[in-house]
């Protein structure tokens, strides 16, 4: 795509996302809040990431061998886009996220491996689906985090591994333009199940995409940050006994805002921040013999996981009884 075609992409995501916001807000289609909710702003407009399939359809036309994960992205975004309206039943939801992770994996010729490696891959890549839908929460998290990676990706197809693929500066515009709307104290919109799915579904097929070029399981941690709150959360959770299906506030980036009362810019921010150094570590890394990638990888997830513990120590027991216990609803 060239610079006027990315400039005409510009404008068009910015009028689209105002004209959205403007008819959302005339027909009161707003955040609903519940015990997952981090905010108290009853006209927070929902689903205003849906723009980040948009800018993902318009590369897409640039490049037809994307034609599964067009496929798979735009079954994602239309059940996505209707549960935001309506509440659709689980089961649904699930089985469209199987068959769009499915599409994607085929699409790279990894369904043809042996089977318990397609299953695997399958339940990793509809986790990473629904981790990424927490993020929204979050003022800033979506906007910061998808930021961080995709400009990773971007550069990494670009310059280190040779690809000339207009999906991520596209969508690298996208989420410029969502920023502007919901990295603020008092967000305009969040991205509702549409927008965090998709991109969730876009960084997937990125990760993918690296790790099939460069012959290495490095490109994994470019989401490092997010992926080990949210695991280690999960693990948490089983250990205090909880329903690790229904909604919760007990992500490690919700207890600082809602239990310590961090600003969620910050929260934010320092999340994107930690990945950055990390993405920057990887991509020297990229270029070293094998033992010492996975060195690196054993070095980055143990100061993960020693970090997380160590922040739940000290935010100490009392959590519990604070955060995400409420009798929950359905989303």
Same mark, same amino acid.
Request: proline letters at 3%; aromatic letters at 12%.
């Given at each position: 795509?060239?610079?006027?075609?990315?400039?005409?992409?510009?404008?068009?995501?910015?009028?689209?996302?105002?004209?959205?916001?403007?008819?959302?807000?005339?027909?009161?289609?707003?955040?609903?809040?519940?015990?997952?909710?981090?905010?108290?702003?009853?006209?927070?407009?929902?689903?205003?990431?849906?723009?980040?399939?948009?800018?993902?359809?318009?590369?897409?036309?640039?490049?037809?061998?994307?034609?599964?994960?067009?496929?798979?992205?735009?079954?994602?975004?239309?059940?996505?886009?209707?549960?935001?309206?309506?509440?659709?039943?689980?089961?649904?939801?699930?089985?469209?996220?199987?068959?769009?992770?499915?599409?994607?994996?085929?699409?790279?010729?990894?369904?043809?491996?042996?089977?318990?490696?397609?299953?695997?891959?399958?339940?990793?890549?509809?986790?990473?689906?629904?981790?990424?839908?927490?993020?929204?929460?979050?003022?800033?998290?979506?906007?910061?985090?998808?930021?961080?990676?995709?400009?990773?990706?971007?550069?990494?197809?670009?310059?280190?591994?040779?690809? !000339?693929?207009? +999906?991520?500066? #596209? &969508?690298?515009?996208?989420? @410029?333009?969502?920023? =502007? /709307?919901? %990295? $603020?104290? *008092?967000?305009?919109?969040?991205?509702?199940?549409?927008?965090?799915?998709?991109?969730?579904?876009?960084?997937?097929?990125?990760?993918?995409?690296?790790?099939?070029?460069?012959?290495?399981?490095?490109?994994?941690?470019?989401?490092?940050?997010?992926?080990?709150?949210?695991?280690?959360?999960?693990?948490?959770?089983?250990?205090?006994?909880?329903?690790?299906?229904?909604?919760?506030?007990?992500?490690?980036?919700?207890?600082?805002?809602?239990?310590?009362?961090?600003?969620?810019?910050?929260?934010?921010?320092?999340?994107?921040?930690?990945?950055?150094?990390?993405?920057?570590?990887?991509?020297?890394?990229?270029?070293?013999?094998?033992? !010492?990638?996975? +060195?690196?990888? #054993? &070095?980055?997830?143990?100061? @993960?996981?020693?970090? =997380? /513990?160590? %922040? $739940?120590? *000290?935010?100490?027991?009392?959590?519990?009884?604070?955060?995400?216990?409420?009798?929950?609803?359905?989303?």
């Amino acid at each position: 795509m060239s610079l006027t075609g990315y400039f005409l992409l510009t404008i068009a995501l910015v009028l689209i996302e105002w004209l959205y916001v403007r008819l959302a807000r005339r027909y009161a289609f707003f955040e609903k809040l519940n015990e997952r909710s981090m905010h108290q702003h009853p006209t927070t407009v929902r689903a205003g990431g849906f723009i980040f399939y948009l800018a993902a359809l318009a590369a897409v036309w640039q490049h037809d061998t994307l034609f599964y994960f067009c496929l798979g992205l735009t079954s994602l975004a239309l059940v996505c886009f209707g549960d935001d309206w309506v509440d659709l039943p689980k089961r649904y939801r699930l089985a469209v996220q199987l068959l769009a992770v499915g599409l994607m994996l085929g699409q790279q010729g990894l369904l043809a491996s042996h089977w318990y490696i397609a299953v695997a891959l399958l339940v990793v890549g509809v986790g990473l689906l629904n981790a990424y839908n927490f993020m929204d929460g979050v003022n800033g998290m979506t906007a910061f985090c998808g930021l961080v990676a995709v400009g990773t990706l971007w550069f990494v197809e670009g310059q280190l591994l040779g690809a !000339t693929n207009a +999906l991520f500066p #596209c &969508v690298l515009i996208a989420l @410029l333009v969502f920023s =502007y /709307v919901n %990295a $603020r104290p *008092q967000a305009i919109c969040f991205a509702g199940d549409v927008g965090s799915v998709s991109m969730g579904f876009i960084v997937l097929y990125g990760i993918v995409d690296c790790v099939s070029r460069s012959h290495s399981w490095l490109p994994v941690l470019f989401i490092a940050v997010y992926g080990m709150d949210s695991g280690l959360t999960i693990l948490y959770r089983l250990y205090l006994g909880q329903n690790i299906v229904q909604p919760h506030r007990m992500h490690l980036y919700q207890v600082l805002v809602s239990s310590r009362r961090w600003s969620h810019l910050h929260v934010s921010a320092l999340y994107a921040c930690v990945q950055l150094f990390i993405n920057g570590l990887i991509i020297v890394m990229l270029t070293k013999p094998p033992m !010492t990638q996975l +060195l690196m990888f #054993c &070095v980055v997830v143990g100061c @993960l996981s020693a970090g =997380y /513990v160590l %922040a $739940r120590i *000290q935010l100490g027991n009392g959590t519990k009884k604070r955060v995400g216990f409420e009798k929950p609803t359905r989303l």
